[in-house]
């Protein structure tokens, strides 16, 4: 029998908690902690569409270079990165997987958890990730009890500063990931007269204390298909007209900047 999250017991199709309540452990093996009452839509987070758009794009190794950035990040870390780490808001599990790979290496019986509101997500990626563990959940209330989590990666994705805090441990490590100034600026200008460059957010987190801070920026040489798949991915797409998707579409070559902020904390 192990624990997973840690105030919830496996028994062979489910876990169970301390109140013998059960939550069953769907066929491909993630369990769905997300009480009706906290669905705030039928089906929240993001679309299959947009899933199955970031999981073709992520699949060709376009944002290889950021997974590899964060996760020497998380190698190079003194003392080590620690066993126990949760990638909220994981989507489709591209860098959760990566995770996995990265603190094995350290300590074989690290554990590494994915959650996601959106459930088509975690269905894909519990699929086809079967060394982590993934539930579906919101960050606005994470099923981990207190001071539980030695790291907490979070690329994109929403978080509650206060869950950040209740969940790491003392000494624990916060990754975050969120867009530089210049980020995907030739897609924006394909739908936006007027191009805002991303404000830096003044992203600190009350009881963190700032570790390291990088940029990494790089070009991305796109077919126009590739193009779409990276627009259907991100929210820009509300914003496009069909118009803009086809001229997209029938480019040869669609050249884009990447600005990527990366940022580590130590849970004070
Ligand atoms: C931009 S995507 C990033 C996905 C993944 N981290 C990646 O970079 O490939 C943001 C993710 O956050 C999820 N999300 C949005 N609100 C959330 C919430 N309240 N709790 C957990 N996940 C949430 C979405 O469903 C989506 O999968």
């Excluded at 876990?15 to 059960?22: I, V």
């Excluded at 996601?116 to 990626?125: G, M």
């Excluded at 460059?197 to 003044?202: I, Q």
Aim: net charge positive; aromatic share 8%; proline share 7%.
């Amino acid at each position: 029998m192990s624990a997973l999250p840690p105030a919830l017991a496996l028994h062979s199709t489910c876990y169970r908690c301390a109140g013998q309540h059960s939550f069953d452990l769907a066929k491909e093996g993630y369990v769905n902690l997300l009480p009706v009452q906290f669905k705030h839509s039928k089906d929240p987070g993001d679309a299959p569409m947009m899933m199955a758009a970031r999981r073709a794009f992520l699949d060709a190794g376009h944002y290889q270079p950021q997974r590899d950035s964060i996760m020497a990040s998380i190698a190079a870390l003194t003392p080590e990165p620690g066993l126990r780490w949760l990638d909220i808001g994981c989507g489709e599990g591209y860098y959760t997987a990566a995770l996995a790979k990265e603190l094995s290496c350290h300590q074989p019986q690290a554990e590494v958890y994915g959650m996601d509101i959106a459930k088509n997500a975690v269905r894909s990626a519990a699929k086809r990730y079967r060394q982590v563990r993934f539930c579906v959940a919101s960050s606005q209330r994470l099923p981990f009890v207190d001071a539980s989590l030695d790291g907490i990666m979070r690329i994109y994705a929403p978080s509650n500063p206060a869950e950040l805090r209740r969940t790491l441990r003392p000494g624990g490590v916060l990754l975050t990931v969120t867009p530089g100034p210049r980020h995907l600026y030739q897609l924006k200008a394909l739908i936006y007269r007027d191009v805002q460059l991303h404000e830096p957010k003044e992203d600190a987190v009350a009881g963190f204390a700032p570790l390291q801070d990088h940029s990494l920026c790089y070009p991305l040489r796109l077919t126009g298909e590739e193009g779409v798949a990276l627009l259907r991915m991100t929210p820009f797409a509300w914003r496009a007209t069909p118009q803009v998707l086809e001229r997209l579409a029938a480019m040869a070559q669609f050249d884009c900047e990447t600005d990527f902020t990366v940022r580590l904390w130590r849970r004070a």
